[in-house]
């Protein structure tokens, strides 16, 4: 069964494919390059299509942050897991739904704009990095790469169409809230 469906899926995604670029030739647009540009997503999408960062889309949402996270960018994400935000005390989640201007500044402390690659944040031991919030991570790579010395960065760099995603186990307070 499994040979049969790689035989019949090779190709139909290069029809698809090819389709898609001759969609754009007829448009006068640009052609898609390879397969793996038509298949990727911007952040919130690709953030929501993973399926554990339930918790994250709601917050990104209520922020009213979406159409920035889905625009040109490049951005770097750190994003907390589900259970990163499980993690926080009963009731802090709500509270924060509920307090836009406080959801913003947590929100946009995980976010550093242009395109950080896990390469690029080994070199970054012991230095900060600007967040769009304005504030300061500091960064460890010491024993894993930390954040704030609080939050460990359990997967790297998941490309978006418009940045980077790197995950993490716990949620990152800037310093003024």
Do not use: W
Request: glycine share 8%; charged share 15%; with cysteine.
């Amino acid at each position: 069964g499994l040979y049969y469906y790689q035989q019949r899926e090779e190709p139909f995604r290069t029809l698809l494919v090819l389709s898609a670029g001759m969609c754009c030739f007829l448009n006068g647009s640009n052609p898609i390059q390879t397969k793996r540009d038509f298949f990727m997503h911007d952040i919130v999408d690709t953030a929501v299509a993973a399926g554990s960062f339930t918790t994250l889309a709601a917050a990104v949402t209520a922020a009213g942050l979406v159409p920035t996270l889905k625009g040109e960018g490049p951005f770097t994400v750190f994003a907390p897991t589900d259970e990163a935000f499980a993690k926080l005390p009963a009731g802090t989640v709500e509270a924060l739904l509920a307090d836009i201007p406080k959801l913003t500044a947590i929100l946009t402390y995980h976010v550093v704009a242009g395109k950080v690659m896990a390469a690029d944040v080994m070199t970054m031991d012991g230095k900060e990095a600007a967040t769009v919030n304005g504030a300061h991570i500091k960064i460890s790579t010491t024993d894993g790469v930390k954040l704030n010395s609080a939050s460990t960065v359990v997967k790297t760099g998941i490309e978006c169409t418009n940045g980077v995603i790197h995950v993490i186990d716990t949620v990152i307070m800037p310093p003024s809230a």
